[in-house]
Nanobody
Framework: QLQAFGGGLVQTGSSLRLSCAAS????????LGWFRQAPGKEREFVAS????????VYADSVKGRFTISRDYAKNTVDLQMYSLKLEDTAIYYC????????????WGQGTQVTVSS
């Protein structure tokens, strides 16, 4: 129901856009988010947005560099990443949760983002 794509190998300072295609259900009452997991580290929250509203939340580590948005026409949640750093290297996952529940219960497969110097 969630499929992430758009990862790749880029250099530091570059930009990259990830997309998460949502299907199989109506996400009007859901929050959609992006998480990432770097090698040897725990999975961490990156950003989230309500499907039906424009308010977004960002991790401090990406605030000002990443932008999460919804594309209603494409039924996707996108993560535009600017000024990429080496430490942004990770597998990025998209996820969804009902807006009234704190647990992220729907997960897509990851997409690899590798930032090189």
């Amino acid at each position: 129901q969630l499929q992430a794509f758009g990862g790749g190998l880029v250099q530091t300072g570059s930009s990259l856009r990830l997309s998460c295609a949502a299907s199989g259900r109506t996400f009007g009452t859901y929050a959609l988010g992006w998480f990432r997991q770097a090698p040897g580290k725990e999975r961490e929250f990156v950003a989230s947005i309500l499907w039906s509203a424009s308010s977004a939340v960002y991790a401090d580590s990406v605030k000002g560099r990443f932008t999460i948005s919804r594309d209603y026409a494409k039924n996707t949640v996108d993560l535009q990443m600017y000024s990429l750093k080496l430490e942004d290297t990770a597998i990025y996952y998209c996820a969804a949760r009902h807006r009234a529940i704190s647990d992220w219960s729907i997960w897509g497969q990851g997409t690899q983002v590798t930032v090189s110097s």
